[in-house]
């Protein structure tokens, strides 16, 4: 049998979330379902979050998580700061599209709890 050659994954990892019960004042976890398997394009080697407060210049921020995770947390975040939020899988090909920054309103860490 011969196979073609993967890509790189034509859709975002699915429903994420931000688990606002298991968040804190200075971090957000995050939960999402894979990628689905039609738009995985070849093997899912991880997924990357990445991260910056709202409204700043800052540089993005990454953390890169193992493919067999659909969590991780996201620490050391400045009190009551608003944060934008996206992700990503990836393959040996590159990353794959991104969850639009707009998935998440704004999200403040330390504000009322409140599921998106």
């Given amino acids: ?6 890509d ?40 990357r979050i990445f991260y910056k407060k709202s409204w700043s210049l800052d540089q993005l921020k990454s953390k890169n998580v193992s493919a067999q995770s659909t969590t991780t947390e996201l620490k ?15 393959t040996s090909k590159g990353n794959g599209n991104r969850a639009g920054f707009s998935l998440f309103p704004r999200l403040r ?3 009322a709890s409140r599921q998106h």
């Fill in 1 to 6: 049998m011969i196979r073609t050659d993967e």
């Fill in 8 to 47: 790189v994954p034509s859709k975002p990892p699915q429903n994420v979330t931000i688990a606002t019960d298991k968040s804190t004042s200075t971090s957000l976890f995050i939960h999402w379902r894979p990628v689905p398997q039609n738009h995985q394009n070849g093997i899912i080697l991880g997924y």
């Fill in 76 to 90: 050391n975040l400045t009190k009551y700061t608003e944060y934008d939020v996206t992700i990503l899988a990836y």
């Fill in 109 to 111: 860490i330390g504000q």
